[in-house]
């Protein structure tokens, strides 16, 4: 099968320009061609199309090859160029050559154009390809060079000694430093722990890779930050080049988990239960105070509904809670009735509130829940004690106003008539107890003998 051919051929006769076409398809070339015969046309076939070669005679009127050799290299363009002429000399086809001609092949000699096409086609070929990979090298390093210099997460490498041989903007900034700060200098200058850096440094010798290795950078301003460390060796040959260190600032992220476990301290050391539920009423977690109060293991409820302490004869309290609670409303010192595990009853205060994730939309349902079991029993004492009190002021009334008594025998007449002892009528009506003694003055008069004699 002939192979395609674009030829723009520079020749001022016609039938040469014939010769030179029938000699490419004996060569098995089905050519596509041009001829032109001034600078003029050749530069307008030279913007108006892309040729595979270009075939020019050496003498031409007014021109000759090597003018049009220097109009094409102008343009940059990596074409092969092949003279062929009848009356070029070796001195010409050198001078040729030099201005960067591809090969010359004598009009007496066509055979020798088709070995000579094939030849610079394939060199032609071959730059093209060697162009392409170094761009895509060129391009390549680039994009890596502006993925360093841009990541956003900080990157060094080091010697095996541990020296920063460069470093991205992103630690810079996390750190405070200028390049000249920081490259050249050993990573100890800002690592606080030796022992730390000792460790990072062996196991990279050792050709290891690290993985979320937490320590602390001392920034500029004195100040410490928590970063984790991701590292590997780029090696040549088996030989230790550089390390590449990804550096991630993790200070934030350390301080949330500190205050994470605080909180969790303090909901796990809460004697009221404090549980966590999807907006459905899913447990989802549960303290040691919820373990306490209703007897029931964190694994035994989670993942069941929170509605398994709610009594039977009150089915409809979760779905209107969960109903508020999705609106975005807290519920504060809400009274009712929980089950324990062993199905007694247990009064509680309930403050519901919504669980809000990083966009404020309610995801789920924190519960905090109080044991009210003492409060009502001090509420029952204190309303039975009032209620006593009340009876016994009630009692103490009956006592008020006009008396009737005797005034010899000191009997009372009570509401029916009857006439009682006053010890009798007064213990009746109250809680007071009467003792018997003899006062003084009656000592006196009534029982001399028992008075001390001076």
Known sequence: MSKPLRVLIVEDSEDDTLFLVRELKRGGFAPDFQRVDNLTALSSALDQGQWDIIISDHTLPGFGSLHALNLVRQRGLDVPFIVVSGTIGEDAAVKAMKAGANDYVMKAKLSRLQPAVERELGEASSRRIRREAEAALQRSEQELNDFFEHAPLGLHWMSPEGTILRVNQAELEMLGYQQEEYVGRPLSDFCPDRNAVDHLLGRLDRGESLKAFETQLRCKDKSLRQVQIDANVLKENGKFVHSRCFVSDITDRKRGEQASAYLAAIVNSSDDAVIG??????????????????????????????????????????????????????????????????????????????????????????????????????????????????????????????????????????????????????????????????????????????????
């Open 277 to 454: 539920t999807t907006l459905d009423g899913v447990i989802q977690s549960w303290n040691i105070g919820a373990e306490r109060m209703y007897g029931y293991g964190a694994k035994e409820v989670i993942g069941r509904p929170l509605s398994l302490l709610v009594p039977p004869y009150r089915p409809e309290e979760p779905p209107s809670l969960y109903a508020r609670i999705k609106n975005g409303e807290w519920i504060g010192n809400y009274e009712t009735i929980r089950l324990r595990k062993d199905g007694t009853r247990v009064p509680v205060s309930l403050t519901f509130s919504p669980i809000l994730d990083q966009n404020e939309c309610v995801v789920g349902i924190s519960a905090i829940e109080r044991d009210m079991t003492d409060r009502k029993v001090s509420e029952e004492e204190r309303l039975k004690l009032i209620a006593e009190l009340t009876v016994a002021l009630g009692s103490i009334k009956t006592l008020r106003g006009l008396i009737p008594m005797c005034a010899w025998c000191k009997k009372i007449r009570d509401d029916k008539g009857y006439w009682e002892q006053v010890e009798s009528f007064v213990a009746q009506r109250t809680e007071a107890e009467f003792t018997h003694s003899i006062c003084p003055d009656c000592q006196t008069r009534v029982r001399p003998e028992l008075t001390c004699q001076p």
